[in-house]
């Protein structure tokens, strides 16, 4: 069973504090992707990548770094948190051999106080 | 009908009922996938259609797919309560990697 795991679960911060979820697969994947859900709308992607070592801006990438230093772990960095950051972020991992169908982590729920 | 970020769709049905919800995209792709998320969970895939294809089947689920007018259904019949989730579609855009999700349609079943 393709599995992605997400810590922490929860997670409350203080605005202009470092913030850093992490993300790991056991899928062998070459693709990770992070996106953020608000409430009432759909997913949003914030940062992805192909593999380890390499990382792409999504489409609402400001405010947010990711690093992939391994096949397994892609993380998310808000250097300085604010409010706005407030969310769910999903990790998931996909192989475009599979039509990149991708697996979802459970969700990190984040308040930024 | 669902698409970017126009706002979360909601419908409210009884169980038995069969339900039809719409998606639209902006551009060319070669699969619509489409994918459920029950409560506090992440989503997950239940079924994808490829532009090759009209109508795909899968258990009470079935999709179609206009490629013409760039939309895509999804059907459930004989609902049941443990169909009430919320349903986003998700299409490849740009990037043959990056999917681009709906802003989805919730789905309440009640019993």
């Known amino acids: 069973e393709a599995a992605v795991t997400q810590s922490p679960r929860n997670k409350v911060a203080v605005t202009g504090g470092k913030v850093t979820l992490s993300c790991n697969q056991t899928n062998n994947h070459n693709n990770m992707y992070w996106y953020r859900q608000d409430t009432g709308h759909g997913l949003r992607l914030i940062h992805y990548s192909y593999g380890a070592g390499s990382t792409e801006k999504g489409d609402i990438p400001d405010g947010y770094k990711a690093s992939r230093p391994s096949q397994e772990n892609f993380s998310l960095i808000l250097e300085l948190a604010t409010p706005s950051q407030t969310s769910v972020y999903f990790c998931?991992?996909?192989?475009?051999?599979?039509?990149?169908?991708?697996?979802f982590g459970a969700g990190t729920r984040l308040s930024v106080l | 009908s669902q698409w970017g970020e126009e706002n979360l769709q909601a419908l409210s049905i009884q169980e038995g009922e069969d339900v039809t919800m719409n998606c639209s995209y902006k551009?060319?792709?070669?699969?619509v996938q489409w994918y459920r998320q029950k409560s506090g969970k992440g989503p997950a895939l239940i079924i994808l259609?490829?532009?090759?294809?009209r109508e795909k089947r899968s258990g009470r689920l079935r999709a179609t797919l206009d490629t013409s007018s760039q939309s895509s259904s999804l059907s459930i019949t004989g609902t049941l309560a443990t169909d009430t989730a919320v349903y986003f579609c998700a299409t490849r855009s740009g990037s043959f990697n990056k999917l681009t999700f709906g802003a989805g349609t919730r789905l309440a079943v009640c019993p």
């Open positions: 551009t060319y792709t070669t699969v």
């Open positions: 998931a991992s996909g192989d475009w051999r599979g039509q990149n169908t991708l697996y």
């Open positions: 259609i490829r532009s090759n294809e």
